[in-house]
């Protein structure tokens, strides 16, 4: 176990010229993560079995967005939950991992402190990272999420597609129903959309960072691969997540339209404690439902679909 001061995580240079844009484009940097022994086929196994399984989330899908089913964990061991996903269409979640385990924890120290060291004017929290593992040819499909991404690739290939975010890529509707909680993060999708994409083949010691809420999806390889999503939140991108919230409210409530929040403007001001405060009066009056309750059990029998 470590607690984080001897793990190093860029190749030295990775940040040379590029600090500037961090955040503001599409980058991807080398990194040295992936020879951490936690991420062996050992590391992981013991992970499994140690890791609360409340937390762990497990889905399935086939080749379309309306495939992809989320499920729940049986009795199952660590080292054959991970034969399950080499040899099956899964994807576990490890969600909140930096939370949940020690290894994890020392990991996004380490990550966020050599961050800082190398972007001048970098004030992340809300800190999380989460463990993706997940099969040969698993897909995640076109989504967006409303915190600030680094995808850190650890293990076997995926091709990552990211998108512009702007206008034809995303509708105003759908992002504000992502930031309000009203739907998961998957929002309509073309193939035709791929031609305006950054389309990055992943290889095992690559991280890639995209400006907030950019759409984006993935194919993987044909090998297992293991990736850690970091979770994190800086003053503006909260600022452009509570503007989105109070958006969709005033779209709802009045008919109100409004773009995308690209840019700073001076109604984020008032926006903000409108989000405050509707997250607290409005959210706390609705029966909050999974928008995808679990629709198997994952054992040691296999898939299990109810």
């Known amino acids: 176990m470590s ?3 001897d793990i190093r995580v860029y190749d030295s240079g990775a940040f040379d010229g590029r600090s500037a844009h961090f955040g503001r484009e599409v980058q991807r940097f080398r990194h040295c993560l992936h020879q951490r022994p936690v991420f062996t086929d050992d590391g992981l196994i013991e992970l499994l079995d140690r890791y609360p399984r409340q937390h762990i989330g497990v889905f399935t899908m086939g080749d379309t967005p309306d495939t992809w089913r989320r499920g729940r964990l049986g009795q199952i061991g660590g080292a054959e939950l991970l034969e399950r996903v080499r040899d099956g269409r899964l994807w576990l979640n490890l969600r909140g991992a930096s939370e949940h385990d020690a290894d994890m924890s020392a990991i996004r120290d380490a990550i966020f402190g050599e961050t800082r060291a190398n972007v001048p004017g970098f004030h992340p ?7 993706l593992i997940s099969s040969p040819n698993a897909r995640v499909f076109y989504h967006l999420d409303i915190p600030r991404v680094m995808l850190f690739h650890l293990r076997g290939h995926k091709r990552f597609y990211v998108y512009p975010r702007e206008a034809g890529y995303i509708q105003p509707s759908d992002l504000e129903n992502v930031a309000r909680g009203l739907t998961e993060e998957e929002i309509p999708y073309v193939a035709g959309l791929d031609a305006g994409a950054q389309v990055f083949d992943l290889e095992p010691g690559e991280m890639v960072h995209w400006p907030q809420n950019a759409p984006h999806r993935i194919d993987n390889g044909g090998d297992l691969n293991v ?3 970091v979770e994190f939140m800086t ?7 509570n503007a989105l919230y109070a958006n969709g409210w005033l779209r709802e409530r009045f008919g109100a339209q409004a773009g995308l929040e690209w840019q700073p403007s001076l109604a984020w001001a008032w926006k903000a404690p409108l989000a405050q405060a509707l997250r607290k009066v409005v959210a706390s009056k609705r029966k909050c439902k999974a928008p995808l309750p679990p629709s198997f059990t994952l054992g040691t029998s296999g898939l299990q679909f109810e």
């Open 3 to 5: 607690d984080g001061h």
């Open 125 to 131: 929290f809300r800190a999380d990272a989460g463990l």
């Open 227 to 229: 990736s850690l999503s």
């Open 235 to 241: 003053p503006l991108a909260l600022m452009r997540a």
